[in-house]
T-cell receptor, first 113, second 115 residues
Framework: GEDVEQSLFLSVREGDSSVINCTYT??????LYWYKQEPGAGLQLLTY?????DMKQDQRLTVLLNKKDKHLSLRIADTQTGDSAIYFC?????????????FGRGTQLTVWP | DTAVSQTPKYLVTQMGNDKSIKCEQN?????MYWYKQDSKKFLKIMFS???????INETVPNRFSPKSPDKAHLNLHINSLELGDSAVYFC??????????????FGPGTRLTVL
């Protein structure tokens, strides 16, 4: 469960959609998460998806999960400059009840006006 | 009111010193965590306590010693600081440890710089 991969940078224009991708390795991961980190701040949970779901939508956020390919994505519709931050994908350790989360290295999203 | 707070926010110190970082949560949670985020933003868990008992202890030098005086507090003491300890340390808490309803809430971080 320790190999969670993300691309490091993404730039989009305000109003466009952003898609941030993540791959993970633990096929028994139960939950997958997206966290947002604004400059100088801690991590804020954006959304999560249970491993038996393919998609979850929450206002401007859409999470897609391809369990076969162990691929998770976060789509932000109508991206705003306030969405500029680092986005972390995280997975739980499969079968664990210890709360151990494994994070990717984060994707720096820059939104241009 | 801040849910998870850490002090200090910034800590600059010399190599070889001993320092502590404090964390408090007012959410009534049973589980608290310490994470380390390096200069490349890689975030890795260090410790976790559930009801004042250690439940996760990753491969961390024994110079790092967490202490939980009660379930609302989890402090991190670091002995003999080294240059490689420079990082941002995040505290987090969750109600329990078993699923997404046990969301981990993060503190604002403590930026430690070892000179």
């Amino acid at each position: 469960g320790e190999d969670v991969e993300q691309s490091l940078f993404l730039s989009v224009r305000e109003g466009d959609s952003s898609v941030i991708n993540c791959t993970y390795t633990d096929s028994s991961s139960t939950y997958l998460y997206w966290y947002k980190q604004e400059p100088g701040a801690g991590l804020q949970l954006l959304t999560y998806i249970f491993s038996n779901m393919d998609m979850k939508q929450d206002q401007r956020l859409t999470v897609l999960l391809n369990k076969k390919d162990k691929h998770l994505s976060l789509r932000i519709a109508d991206t705003q400059t306030g969405d500029s931050a680092i986005y972390f994908c995280a997975e739980t350790e499969g079968g664990s009840t210890l709360g151990r989360l494994y994070f990717g290295r984060g994707t720096q999203l820059t939104v241009w006006p | 009111d801040t849910a998870v707070s850490q002090t200090p926010k910034y800590l600059v110190t010399q190599m070889g010193n001993d320092k502590s970082i404090k964390c408090e949560q007012n959410l009534g949670h049973d589980t608290m965590y310490w994470y380390k985020q390096d200069s490349k933003k890689f975030l890795k868990i260090m410790f976790s306590y559930n009801n004042k008992e250690l439940i996760i202890n990753e491969t961390v030098p024994n110079r790092f010693s967490p202490k939980s005086p009660d379930k609302a507090h989890l402090n991190l003491h670091i002995n003999s600081l080294e240059l490689g300890d420079s990082a941002v340390y995040f505290c987090a808490s969750s109600q329990d440890t078993t699923g997404p309803t046990d969301t981990q809430y993060f503190g604002p971080g403590t930026r430690l710089t070892v000179l």
